[in-house]
């Protein structure tokens, strides 16, 4: 089990850009799978992108294809979702969640370990 521990959300204006972080303890998050999901207010919780447990393999939703990059930083136990070009659409809490899956996942049901979650709220 990993704990997770989301930080870097906020206000942006449309066009902008942020980085979320999140940081893991516990057991190794090096052997972990990592996501990102969000939920936007009245709306089911939904993929965002996913990488595996060496980072050597991304996936993404179609609607954040060429604007956000996941990544992973094995020796901070952090993992990372830069996202650009942002649009008020993507207003919603954001969460990072492992899975005990070595490769990436769509599948909420895959993933073991979620952290609390940010808000990232963009105006148009």
């Known amino acids: 089990q990993v704990q997770l521990v989301e930080s870097g959300g906020g206000l942006v204006q449309a066009g902008g850009s942020l980085k979320l972080s999140c940081a893991a303890s516990g057991r190794s998050f090096g052997t972990y799978a990592k996501g990102w999901f969000r939920q936007a207010p009245g709306k089911q919780r939904e993929f965002v992108a996913s990488i595996n447990w060496s980072g050597g393999t991304t996936y993404y939703a179609d609607f954040v294809k060429g604007r956000f990059t996941i990544s992973s930083d094995s020796a901070k136990n952090t993992v990372y979702l830069q996202m650009n070009s942002l649009k008020p659409e993507d207003t919603a809490v954001y969460y990072c969640?492992?899975?005990?899956?070595?490769?990436?996942?769509?599948?909420?049901?895959?993933?073991?370990?979620w952290g609390q979650g940010t808000q990232v709220t963009v105006s148009s």
């Open positions: 969640a492992a899975s005990t899956d070595l490769s990436v996942s769509t599948m909420e049901r895959k993933y073991t370990d």
